[in-house]
């Protein structure tokens, strides 16, 4: 997913943008927020535009080898992690 294609966010999507430029992206982010604000979208955006090999200013090229695995959810670096619910700690 390209930052483009996020609907919104635009302040954080310049944050997360300058955080990369700046060669400074902690080890985590949570994003966090109400249900359909976008923050799935956000965090694939920001992981394609960390590996894209021909990044512009404000986005991933989308056509690198990079980009097209992070499409298609296959790239190497690409982990899911989801909360387990209460049920299941016990």
């Given at each position: 997913?390209?930052?483009?294609?996020?609907?919104?966010?635009?302040p954080t999507k310049e944050l997360l943008i300058?955080?990369?430029?700046e060669h400074?992206?902690?080890?985590?982010?949570?994003?966090?927020?109400p249900p359909g604000n976008g923050k799935?979208?956000?965090?694939?955006?920001f992981a394609q535009?960390?590996?894209?090999?021909?990044?512009?200013?404000?986005?991933s090229c989308g056509v690198c080898s990079s980009c097209l695995k992070y499409k298609k959810l296959?790239?190497?670096?690409?982990?899911?992690t989801f909360?387990?619910?209460d049920d299941l700690c016990r």
């Open positions: 997913m390209q930052f483009k294609e996020v609907v919104g966010q635009r300058q955080l990369a430029k400074r992206v902690p080890h985590a982010l949570m994003l966090i927020g799935l979208g956000l965090a694939l955006a535009y960390l590996n894209c090999k021909n990044k512009t200013e404000i986005d296959i790239h190497p670096d690409l982990h899911f909360p387990a619910g």
